[in-house]
C-alpha cells in the first residue's frame, strides 16, 4: 500500500493512506535509502510503501524519490546526517530578538541552507508584544534586511494574535514546516493555525527542563483552509557542512548577484582584488551581518567551532 508519513518517532512512523486510514509501520533496521546515509532513513513527508506481514504489523518497504528534503548536521560526530523532514513547499522560519533571542548567524545558515535546496523561507519575527520601542525599530530593520533580499519577512505577536492576517494565504495547500530555535512560539503559532492540534507550548525555562526527557518526535497536520504543516524537534545545529567554499555565496542571494561584478570569476569575496562584494559591504549596500554569517559558513570546515555557535 502507499501512503504519506506523517508522523515520526524514531521507532516507528504513522502513514496515512489515501483513503485517510492512519497506518503505525515499522522500518527494519537493514533498511537503506538509496545511498543516503542517515540516521532517520524515513521522516515526515515522505511518500512510502509499505506491507503488512501475517502477524499484522507492518513494514516500511520504499520511499519514492523526494522533491527535495531539509537536513540537519548530525549531533555527535559521526558524519551521518539527520534528515528532518521531505517534500517541503515552504518554511516558516520563526525567530524572536528576546526571550529567546535567535542568532544572526543561525537565521542566515538556515535561508542558505533552504536556498541550497530551492525551499522558499517566510521569516517570522515573533514575540514583538515583548520588544521595547527601540526593539520595535530593531524588528522593523532587520525585517526590512530580509524583505529587501527577497524574503517574505512577517513582525508578529502569536499570543496577541498580531502580524498574522497573511499566514492562511500563504499557506494555502502547501506543505510547510514550522523551523526555528525552542521557545520562539511555534508551537503557539501551530495550535493557532491548527485549532486542536494541541500542542504543548512551554516557557523558556519550562522547556530547557523538560526538554531533557519530553520524545521529540515529527509530526504533519493538515491546514484547516488546506495544506499541511510539519512540526519537528528543535533545529539546533541546523544547517549544511558539505558546501564546497566556492559554492557558499551562492546561497546568499545578494552576494551571488552582487559577487558577478568582482574581478575574478572565482572569487570568494574574502581578500581578493577587485572584489565588488566587499565594496557593496564597505558602502552598506549589503549588510554586514550578512557577510559575517557568509565568512562564518566559509569557515565550517572547522567542527568544532561551528557547533560552539549554537
Ligand atoms: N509574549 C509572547 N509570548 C509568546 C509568543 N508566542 C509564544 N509565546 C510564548 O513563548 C513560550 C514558548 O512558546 P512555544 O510555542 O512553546 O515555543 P516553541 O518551542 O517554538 O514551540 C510559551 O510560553 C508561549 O506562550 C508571543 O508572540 N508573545
Ligand atoms: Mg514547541
Ligand atoms: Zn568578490
Known amino acids: ?3 504519506l508519513v506523517i508522523k515520526n518517532t524514531g521507532s516507528w512512523v504513522d502513514v496515512r493512506t489515501d483513503g485517510g486510514e492512519v497506518v503505525r509501520c515499522k522500518v527494519k533496521g537493514n533498511f537503506r535509502l538509496k545511498g543516503i546515509r542517515s540516521t532517520s532513513p524515513v521522516v515526515v513527508g515522505d511518500y512510502v510503501t509499505f506491507e503488512r506481514n501475517s502477524e499484522g504489523t ?6 519514492c524519490d523526494r522533491r527535495n ?41 538556515f535561508l542558505a541552507t ?44 502569536v499570543t496577541k494574535r498580531l502580524g498574522l492576517e497573511s499566514l492562511p494565504d500563504l499557506l494555502k495547500d502547501k506543505t510547510a514546516l514550522l523551523a526555528g530555535n525552542s521557545g ?8 493557532w493555525l491548527v485549532p486542536g492540534a494541541g500542542a504543548r507550548t512551554a516557557p523558556i525555562s519550562e522547556a530547557h527542563l523538560s526538554g531533557m526527557h519530553t520524545t521529540t518526535f515529527s509530526e504533519m497536520y493538515d491546514l484547516p483552509f488546506g495544506g ?13 557542512f558539505n558546501f564546497e567554499r566556492e559554492e557558499v555565496s551562492h546561497y546568499f542571494r545578494e552576494i551571488f548577484t552582487v559577487g558577478r561584478g568582482c574581478r575574478f570569476s572565482n572569487c570568494i569575496h574574502v581578500n581578493e582584488p577587485g572584489c565588488a562584494v566587499r565594496e ?21 570546515q572547522d567542527e568544532s567551532k561551528y557547533r560552539e555557535g549554537y
Open 1 to 3: 500500500m502507499d501512503g
Open 280 to 300: 557593496a559591504v564597505e558602502r552598506g549596500e549589503i549588510a554586514g551581518s550578512r557577510y559575517s554569517s557568509y565568512l562564518n559558513m566559509l569557515d565550517d
Open 58 to 63: 507492518a513494514f516500511i518497504n520504499d520511499i
Open 114 to 157: 533552504a536556498e541550497a535546496y530551492s525551499i522558499p523561507v517566510s521569516i517570522i519575527i515573533n514575540k514583538v508584544d515583548l520588544l521595547s520601542a527601540e526593539e520595535k525599530e530593531e524588528a522593523e530593520r532587520l525585517a526590512k534586511l530580509y524583505s529587501d533580499i527577497g524574503y517574505h519577512t512577517l513582525i508578529t505577536s
Open 228 to 240: 499541511r504543516l510539519i512540526d519537528i524537534p528543535g533545529v539546533k545545529g541546523f544547517g549544511t
Open 69 to 109: 528534503y531539509i537536513i540537519r548536521k548530525s549531533i555527535n560526530l559521526s558524519k551521518q546526517s539527520h534528515i528532518l523532514a521531505a517534500n517541503v513547499d515552504v518554511c516558516l522560519l520563526v525567530v524572536t530578538l528576546r526571550e529567546p533571542v535567535t542568532s544572526i548567524v543561525f537565521i542566515d545558515r
Open 184 to 191: 520562539v512560539g511555534k508551537s503557539e503559532l501551530l495550535n
